[in-house]
């Protein structure tokens, strides 16, 4: 169904080519405030021209005189852009709504996303409080009710925009298009995977622990939110699970290599990369199954199935109830 509520628009090849660079250009216009402070703040800075890149690229924004907040809310800007000209282009590019794009159902099924975002962030407080009994070391409170509480409004209100359009362009946008292309649902989910680490090549996780650690972590979450895409027919359980792991990364626990560089409740000296893969493993595994009970999933056969081209059926059945009506 999340395949066939693609077709009632226009999919051609150009259409998705316009489509892919005006939700660049989107991001490219919301990363412009960003753009400004830094440039502006550079003739002042106290790093050298290496120290000035290295925190530009860690974003840590605090290392070049920027409240953390407000360097938060400038990265955001790019993906609310981003998110802009996605939902703007449908209705005249593909002639069809951009509800397409995140759902074949009626409309947006919201307790989908919020089963996802807690049941998620509860396996996230579950496993973290493991890791804290078992090492309470390595974690160091660091509360500031001043600073937390514009990051707590910016989270709940800003964040969320950011996660959304990662997922409406890549397991929504482009896995629709390259499904309807290719005839199968494999492929996509396969390409867009990959294509979602490769967009987080840039974060500082990949340079602190090594591109190949990293990459299999990016396409492993790439898979299971893929999985749970097409299996639900719908991106609301990806939107939950993507905004539950951005929240609480930036709000309760973060590290010095994160891509979230916040004033969250605690930080963490050490993270065991490997540890954090294979849990993501586990994790992952758990969470299908359990969807696949509450939502009574049928086969993961379905995975591989091809796409069938609905539409173009049903409008040779309604021509050929035309011709019968005549006769």
């Known amino acids: ?92 590019l593909h002639k069809r709504s951009a509800k397409t794009v995140i759902t074949s159902r009626s409309s947006i099924d919201w307790s989908r996303v919020f089963f996802a975002f ?45 996660t959304s359009i990662e997922e409406i362009f890549t397991r929504g946008y482009l896995m629709q298009g390259i499904g309807l292309g290719t005839k199968s649902r494999i492929i996509p989910l396969v390409i867009t995977s990959v294509l979602f680490g490769v967009l987080h090549l840039s974060n500082p996780e990949v340079r602190a622990f090594g591109t190949g650690i990293m990459m299999s972590y990016y396409i492993g979450v790439g898979l299971m939110l893929g999985i749970l895409t097409i299996m639900d027919d719908g991106l609301e359980l990806a939107l939950g699970i993507h905004a539950a792991t951005n929240i609480y990364g930036a709000t309760l626990v973060t590290f010095k290599s994160s891509a979230l560089q916040t004033a969250a409740m605690w930080s963490v000296g050490y993270v065991n990369i490997n540890v954090m893969v294979f849990g993501l493993l586990v994790a992952a595994t758990l969470f299908i199954l359990l969807c696949k009970w509450k939502y009574g999933w049928g086969s993961f056969s379905k995975l591989v199935s091809p796409i069938e081209n609905w539409y173009g059926n049903d409008e040779v059945v309604l021509e050929e109830n035309l011709i019968d009506k005549i006769e």
């Open 1 to 92: 169904m999340f395949f066939k509520v693609a077709q009632q628009g226009q999919n051609k090849i150009w259409q998705y080519i316009v489509g892919v660079v005006a939700v660049a250009l989107g991001a490219m216009v919301g990363q412009i405030p960003l753009g400004v402070v830094l440039l502006s703040g550079r003739e002042d800075s106290p790093l050298n021209q290496e120290n000035w890149e290295n925190a530009v690229n860690s974003a840590d924004f605090e290392t070049l005189g920027i409240n953390s907040n407000v360097g938060l809310v400038l990265m955001l800007l790019s993906f609310v852009g981003a998110l802009i000209a996605m939902l703007l282009i449908m209705k005249p």
């Open 118 to 162: 807690f049941a998620w962030f509860g396996l996230n407080l579950a496993t973290e409080a493991v890791m804290f009994a078992l090492d309470p070391g390595n974690y160091t409170w660091q509360f500031d009710l001043n600073m937390f509480l514009p990051l707590l409004a910016i989270s709940l209100f800003i964040l969320p925009l950011q």
